[in-house]
């Protein structure tokens, strides 16, 4: 079975750009779940959706957005990107999203915001 | 609100040297506990996990007991590897509500092994 796949795998904007980054979770996860990765806040999560509804968000400000499509697909968008926006940025996947539910992650998409 | 602390890094070892990486929760309700590694460049693999109070889970020579009693979760290995040189992340998922649940993760743990 292939794993989480996310695309694209590294990018660079600049301060003002939006993007859009992409995650394919594995062949019969529901849920799927984001989180962003620093050096100073660690990994914090962003956003979980479950069968294309957004069911939980963390503390992160509206530039950040999501969706989900009706294939599990699932698209993060950020808005209006910031240096601090630099991050490396993973996507999980997991059946039905229950706490003994397994996350699988994918390998991240590295933003570089300059 | 859900939280857990690990050891701070880095940890150097030489190679056949004995592992163990502190981590404790707090957390509402009843959590599953999760041991994730990172290696360099990569994303996030699970390790181990354990989904009630007792457990222990086990992979790859790594073990780590759900302590109840303590909020305790720590990694241990008996003979570390220099192939075993990553970020070890301590992580617990709990209900979060609105039907949802989230990992919410340690800072993370460098470990190098030497030879």
């Known amino acids: 079975k292939a794993g989480v796949t996310q695309t694209p795998r590294y990018l660079i904007k600049t301060r003002g750009q939006q993007v859009t980054l992409s995650c394919s979770p594995i062949s019969g996860h529901r849920s799927v779940s984001w989180y962003q990765q620093t050096p100073g806040q660690g990994l914090q999560f962003l956003f979980e959706y479950f069968s294309e509804t957004q069911r939980n968000k963390g503390n992160f400000p509206g530039r950040f957005s999501g969706r989900q499509f009706s294939n599990s697909r699932s698209e993060m968008n950020v808005s209006t990107l910031e240096l601090g926006d630099s991050a490396l940025y993973l996507c999980?996947?997991?059946?039905?999203?229950?706490?003994?539910?397994?996350?699988?992650f994918g390998p991240g998409t590295r933003l570089t915001v300059l | 609100g859900n939280s857990v602390t690990q050891m701070e890094g880095p940890v150097t070892l030489s190679e056949e040297a004995f592992l163990t990486i502190n981590c404790t929760y707090t957390a509402t309700g009843y959590p599953s506990l999760f041991w994730y590694v990172q290696y360099p460049g990569e994303g996030l693999q699970l390790l181990l996990k354990a989904t009630k109070a007792d457990d222990k889970g086990s992979n790859k020579g790594f073990e780590a007991t759900y302590r109840k009693e303590t909020t305790s979760f720590h990694l241990e290995k008996g003979s570390v590897q220099v192939s075993d040189s990553a970020v070890y992340f301590c992580?617990?998922?709990?209900?979060?509500?609105?039907?949802?649940?989230?990992?919410?993760f340690g800072k993370g743990t460098k470990l190098s092994v030497i030879p």
């Open positions: 999980a996947s997991s059946l039905e999203g229950g706490t003994w539910d397994t996350q699988y």
């Open positions: 992580a617990l998922s709990a209900y979060s509500g609105a039907g949802s649940y989230q990992l919410t």
